[in-house]
């Protein structure tokens, strides 16, 4: 893999894994990701963030080195913003290469270390206001950023480029190739990687937005001319496109979310889904726009990508065995957990022999605060007064959309 010069002494070094296997074991990631990592160049050399042994991460960031004319033994100091293993899975192998490293991470991270790795030799603590001088007038400052992702992040900064090492923080699944920097993709690709980083926050970071937000507010004190996180795009045309595009996820914990609803569904035999039609064309009365995803046909990942930038939320499916639609729950269960709190919502649903799903879906939204109109729930077929029903409650779920703040 390449190494890409964002400044004279500064490269940007990545994989790019393309592997069935799912990010964090829970999601998938069709179009791959890049594991970001830097190389600084000064008197002394500096490696910032690692990779896991994972689709080939390691002989792609020692081919980025070795482009760079740096081999694994030259490098001085290893600095881990972020413990997580797709960061640093592959730190034993690479301490065997190069035994002499320096690792700088934050206190909790070198806790980290030595839980996952057994390292406790040649590590070191560093916080906030720390900075570590390599020579030729590069100087690595730490800060901490709690929670984004775990509690033992950091970022760093290098002053005289104005980079920002941010880490798991603006960045966004999808494989780069052979290009890393935002003025070198097109409009379609940047499309592409919005998404992407909206699915990557939903899945991987919302559960911190109010750590992200504090982390956003600490680094707008920098001169930041250049966004160099450990997944995805790296931003130095314009690094304020993806702070602000991070600062926008990070508000919809508090409102001045999309005016639009996503439609989550699941039916076994039609019914429900007949009746979801009417609820539809009530949204539509409204002109007001809507994502649809059926359950479990899809999976949750793209779910919440949608859910979380939506104001509104209609839950359409039936009673199963006295409780909810089963794929259903799990859905519920990851909303509270990534935190898709205070929405619009409706739900409606079909029940054959005895209804039951009222009840559990109550439970199981009560402590994400959202704002419910009246549910509607049938026995078997909707007839055409329960349509009628259903294309009203679909219109005032929509009118709530447009009225909120
Ligand atoms: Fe990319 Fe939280 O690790």
């Not at 500096?46 to 390691?58: H, Q, T």
């Not at 992702?149 to 494989?175: I, K, N, R, Y």
């Amino acid at each position: 893999m390449k190494a890409h010069k964002i400044s004279d002494r500064i490269y940007a070094l990545h994989a790019d894994v393309k592997t069935e296997d799912l990010f964090e074991g829970i999601w998938p990631i069709p179009d791959g990701v890049s594991l970001n990592s830097y190389l600084v160049r000064g008197d002394k050399i500096a490696l910032i963030d690692l990779v896991r042994d994972w689709g080939g991460a390691p002989a792609a960031l020692e081919a980025g080195l070795a482009e760079a004319g740096i081999a694994l033994a030259d490098v001085d100091y290893l600095v881990l913003n972020h413990l997580e293993p797709d960061h640093t899975g592959w730190l034993a192998d690479f301490r065997r290469r190069n035994p002499r490293v320096r690792i700088l991470a934050t206190a909790k991270g070198v806790e980290l270390v030595k839980n996952f790795y057994k390292v406790a030799e040649g590590i070191e603590a560093v916080k906030t206001g720390d900075s570590l001088d390599l020579g030729a007038g590069l100087v690595l400052s730490f800060i901490e950023a709690p929670n984004v992702h775990w509690p033992e992040t950091m970022v760093t900064f290098e002053p005289a480029s104005g980079t920002l090492f941010s880490c798991d923080a603006f960045g966004s699944f999808g494989m780069l190739g052979d290009r890393v920097f935002d003025d070198e993709f097109g409009p379609m690709e940047h499309r592409r990687f919005e998404a992407e980083s909206l699915r990557y926050y939903t899945n991987i970071i919302a559960s911190f937005g109010a750590f992200v937000k504090r982390a956003i507010d600490k680094i707008a004190e920098l001169d930041v001319r250049v966004v160099a996180p450990s997944h995805g795009i790296v931003w130095r045309k314009d690094p304020m496109a993806i702070i602000d595009r991070y600062r926008k996820y990070a508000s919809y914990l508090e409102g001045g979310r999309e005016k639009e609803v996503c439609v989550i569904w699941g039916s076994m035999y039609g019914n429900t889904e007949k009746g979801l039609e009417a609820a539809i064309r009530g949204l539509e009365d409204e002109g007001v726009p809507f994502t649809m995803h059926r359950v479990p046909n899809e999976d949750v990942s793209y779910i919440l990508a949608d859910a979380y930038k939506s104001e509104g939320i209609l839950v359409a499916m039936p009673t199963y065995e006295y409780k909810m639609f089963p794929p259903m729950a799990y859905v519920l269960d990851l909303m509270d957990r990534k935190h898709v709190w205070g929405r619009q919502a409706l739900r409606i649903g079909s029940w054959g022999w005895i209804g039951g799903a009222r009840k559990e879906y109550e439970e199981a939204i009560a402590p994400l605060k959202w704002q419910s109109v009246e549910s509607v729930e049938w026995a078997g077929a909707a007839d055409e007064a329960t349509l009628a029903h259903l294309r009203e409650r679909g219109a005032e779920l929509a009118r709530r959309v447009k009225a909120a703040s």
